[in-house]
């Protein structure tokens, strides 16, 4: 055989090694990824909780960019060459997997057709059907601190120029004056806004039912709040991809020392009323009086939570029940019990156990914790068989006592000792003010999200 024949019989043989190769990795990979999915359907992970990409196989190629961009991990994999939602339940809604998608066959949606998720009506702009009435942040269904950032700028900027276009003469009477704007949550959709109004010289004031930080104050100390960068208005952009609760609470604490934005506490705002020319907005203080405030327009930053979901049980209201947990080393050498399935049900419980707690016990009413993250649900695994928590599965609680919690289990009432009960199970979202105020709600069954549009 000629020196030609030899180099043309080794080239052929090497391609072929090759492609054997790349097949048995392939296949490896689809038979993963199709006992990842499997198990994610068991386990009740494959229903996404809100904004979601809903994938066409008829336009995907398979590239697997989608799966590189998601920043969450194991919520999109290839099956059989096609892109697949493995653990739908941890995506929320970072959108990267659809800017990636080189055959744009990735579409954001919210809900799907079994599942579906109340939003309020909001246009490109933020306006709600309401006129001169705005929605931002997770409120208006997109989740992510970055996105409620982003939001909270734009949302103001549509107002700024609807004020521009729509000059009016002041307003103000014997009833009092009548602002600019008035933004509702300090969130950081609100924060952000605040900044924004600063920069576009409305008079503003900011009214929040707690203090400045929002959903972000509740959330376990060190807790992972942030992977991607952001920018807020007036500030140099913001480029660190890993922040925790800690520092971006300092991070917003500098910029509203900085900027100085009127911003009044422990204010709930608990009427909206549309008076022609104007919005009044009735806030109750802590000690049950009322103040009311007026302004053109109403920029609500709030978030989806509301006010905390409670359990609706006997004896509730007694002192050792509560809905946040900010301090998890309080409860060191003390009995703890809490309630949920989500991801700050088994973030409070982990670290309960990491305070140091006698014992936890964590109660759900499901037999899968479908709605947590995946990490979370590998580090609630650990520390129930290293015996620091005790899961009560397909539980619910039926009445609090002096002493703990009892619960109704599938093998009968069972009483649960604790010093602590810590109830981690949503919050409501705020229906009743928000139609108060004229806005439509609607219910999504897997709606597209249209570019620069949030409900």
Known sequence: MSSDALIYAGSFLLCVIIVLVYLRRDRKQNLDMQARLEEARARGLNEPVSLHPRIDPGRCIGSGACVKACPEHHVIGLVNN?????????????GACEASCPMESIDLVFGTSRRGVDLPRVRPTFETNVPGLYIAGELGGMGLIRNAVTQGRQAVESI???????????ANGPQGEVLDLIIVGAGPAGISAALQAGISRLRTLVLDQGTPGGTILTYPRRKLVMTQPMCLPGEAPLKMRQICKEELLEIFT?????HRPEILCGRQVVEIHNESSHFALTARLADGQCEVHRARHLLLAIGRRGVPRRMDVPGEDQSHVSYQLLDPEAYADAACVVVGGG???????????????TSVDLVHRSATFARAKVPNQEALQEAVAAGRVRLH????PATVTAEGLEITTPAGPLVLKAELVLVQIGGELPV????????????????????GDTA
Do not use: M
């Open 82 to 94: 096609k892109a697949v939602l493995i653990n739908a339940s941890a995506c929320i809604g970072h």
């Open 343 to 357: 991801d700050s049900a088994i973030e409070g419980a982990l670290r309960l156990a990491e305070a140091g707690a």
């Open 160 to 170: 700024a120029r609807s004020l521009k276009e729509h000059a009016l003469p002041d």
């Open 393 to 396: 599965l397909n539980s619910s």
């Open 432 to 451: 009743g003010l928000l139609r108060q105020a004229g806005i439509i709600i609607n219910t999504h069954f897997g709606r597209e999200v249209r570019k």
């Open 254 to 258: 500098g910029v509203l020392e900085r």
